[in-house]
């Protein structure tokens, strides 16, 4: 599905001066305590937003805007209205310079979104469209998967590892805890890679967009806490059976009861599987 662009904003949004312009003006160099590199392409930010879809009457909330390609490309696009949510001050005032010609559809946040509640800030129905800073990239997105009612879709940016790890399949290199976690609550998809080349300045990693749908039947929050604590002990110890890993949560009686043979190891496990393990682990709680 294709995001649908409203035409005056795109035009709008084509005849402002090149983002490299206004990072000068602000002095904004990227800083790495902050985990930030700059997507400034437009055609590559362009395609970000279309991977989330008609945003048509959607609010968004983008976090870590820092210059605003994304937030350029967002306004471009159909969305209701849009949120940036940016802690580095210098950001903060480009971001609001380029809200000045938008009338109202563009607000800017001034403050650390690990310690926000961003259903509070967009009406529904809401998404959350970013780049995420990498450091704090994995934190916040569980705290959002707790919270995944309240959303209708996730595009994020992620570094490409973190990225393949949030799609795994079991039984493969890359399926660990986050893969449960996340797709427990949503349908992960893997939608583009992004080179270091792209980014300014270019991290050492690739990068990657996904997008996380949750699901209609989420789990409540015991049973998301449950699964929590269930994953951590499961690949605390990553190697070893699941009877032995398991030993703090029940260990063998919880698999016996699961009917899952404890010589398994946790990366075996279906994540259909772990629920039923999360589930027979909350009711004897």
């Known amino acids: 599905m294709n995001a649908v662009s409203d035409p005056s904003a795109a035009e709008r949004v084509a005849a402002l001066p090149p983002l490299r312009d206004a990072i000068a003006r602000h002095g904004l160099n990227a800083r ?19 991977q989330a879809g008609d945003l048509a009457g959607r609010h968004v909330v983008e976090v870590g805007p820092g210059p605003g ?9 159909a969305a209701a209205g849009i949120v940036a949510v940016e802690l580095d001050a210098r950001a903060v005032g480009l971001i609001e310079e380029l809200a000045e010609g938008f009338e ?48 209708e879709r996730f595009t994020l940016m992620f570094q490409d590892e973190v990225a393949e790890r949030i799609c795994a399949a079991p039984d493969t290199p890359a399926y660990g805890r986050l893969s449960v976690i996340v797709q427990f609550v949503c349908h992960a998809e893997y939608r583009m890679r992004i080179p270091p080349s792209a980014f300014v300045p270019p991290p050492k990693v690739n990068s990657a967009v996904v997008t996380l749908t949750p699901r209609a039947d989420l789990p409540a929050p015991d049973l ?13 110890q990553r190697r070893k059976m699941l009877r032995g890993s398991l030993k703090s949560v029940g260990g063998e009686r919880l698999l016996a009861a699961a009917g899952i043979d404890g010589v398994r190891r946790a990366e075996t496990l279906s994540v259909a599987e772990f629920a039923r393990l999360a589930t027979l682990l909350l009711e004897n709680a």
């Open 32 to 50: 790495h305590a902050l985990g930030q590199h700059f997507l400034l392409d437009a055609n590559l930010v362009g395609r970000i937003v279309r």
């Open 104 to 151: 109202g559809r563009l607000r800017v946040v001034a403050a650390d979104a690990m310690k926000l509640d961003l259903t509070t800030l967009v009406p529904t129905p809401r998404q959350i469209i970013a780049n995420l800073p990498y450091n704090v990239a994995s934190p916040l997105l569980i705290g959002w998967l707790r919270q995944a009612a309240q959303w």
């Open 69 to 77: 390609g994304l937030t350029r490309a967002l306004l471009a696009s």
């Open 224 to 236: 998301f806490s449950a699964m929590e604590r269930l994953t951590a002990a499961a690949f605390g």
